[in-house]
């Protein structure tokens, strides 16, 4: 059959394809419409408010290109969130619940959804992930990869630096990486 054939319906019936390639929102469904859920304020928010947690110092990128210069970029954002009991326990609670879907309890890449993800979701405990500066790996998590998610609509800015404590000290292989 011409190829053609089947590559038409299949884009159209999986439009999320189309967009394969660069990161897209992680909680897009139905229930994001216009209008007004049950305890969903209604005031509008002035155009200059800045949220509680704090401003995105970010941007996000316009395209793939720019992702992969701009997280290296981010190498340079200082982790203003020190390691201790306190933040990897907060580390924990945050990424079993956003990331080991797919990157697994222990970070191998093997979580449920993650294994029937395309590509496979990177294992987090390896030195690539592991030695890349914390700034990355913020950025990583605030604006997605190229098949992955960005959380920086769902999870707050210290929670994101929280996440990044927990995959350096407590996802790291013992003996590599940044666990004693
Ligand atoms: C829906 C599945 C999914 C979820 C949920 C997810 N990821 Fe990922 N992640 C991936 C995939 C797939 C890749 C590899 C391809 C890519 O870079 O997009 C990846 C790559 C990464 C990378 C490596 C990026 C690089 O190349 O430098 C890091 C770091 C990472 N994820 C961290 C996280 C963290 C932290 C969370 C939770 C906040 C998370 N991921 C949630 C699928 C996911």
Redesign the pocket.
Known sequence: MNRGLIIIPVLLFNPGLIQTGF?FE?DEDMRDQPSIKAQESQVNTNSGSVPQSGKETILPPADMSELVQA?LSAGDLENPIAKSGESLNRGKV??DI??A???GAQGH?D?K??KK??????N?TID??QL?PDG??FY??SH??????Y?RDV?PIAD?WH??NY?KYVLSKPGTGNKP
């Not at 993800?117 to 990177?122: E, H, L, N």
Request: charged fraction near 10%.
């Open positions: 990161a992680w997280r945050v990424y956003h990331c879907t797919c990157h890449g979580g959804v993650g993800y395309v590509p496979d979701p990177m987090l690539y992930v890349q990355q790996l990583t998590i997605g990869s190229i098949a992955m998610p959380y999870i994101r996440i990044v995959i």
